[in-house]
């Protein structure tokens, strides 16, 4: 029994070990917001998640949100957002370029009249 275990142990490692998909995250902050990139990115695709903090725990909404990633491939605006928890998007790219651990990602986000 035990090297019948030992076998799909092995074998599942050998599996994961031949993937071609490549795991990066990315992190950023500044004075107002903490941000992350979660990415699986293979040969030629990119799917992934941003998710954005107000780091200021003083301010529980904020108005005219604008978030701007990467010079403008991808815009997330919204009226009003909460800030009790994180801001999330998605990103998906097939026969894009891919990213890599030295890749720098533009964020600006404007909230309230500030930048």
């Not at 071609?20 to 990415?39: C, H, V």
């Not at 992934?48 to 604008?66: A, M, P, Q, W």
């Amino acid at each position: 029994m035990k090297n019948l275990i030992l076998f799909f142990l092995l074998h599942i490692l050998f599996l994961s070990g031949c993937s071609s998909e490549n795991y990066i995250i990315f992190e950023g902050e500044s004075n107002n917001w903490e941000g992350k990139l979660q990415l699986v990115n293979d040969e030629t695709d990119v799917t992934g998640k941003y998710s954005f903090r107000l780091t200021n725990c003083k301010i529980d909404e904020v108005d005219n949100l604008t978030i701007n990633i990467n010079d403008g491939q991808t815009i997330l605006k919204q009226d009003q957002a909460s800030t009790k928890k994180a801001i999330e998007t998605t990103t998906q790219c097939s026969g894009c370029a891919t990213f890599d651990e030295g890749s720098t990602i533009p964020v600006t986000i404007s909230w309230n009249n500030k930048e």
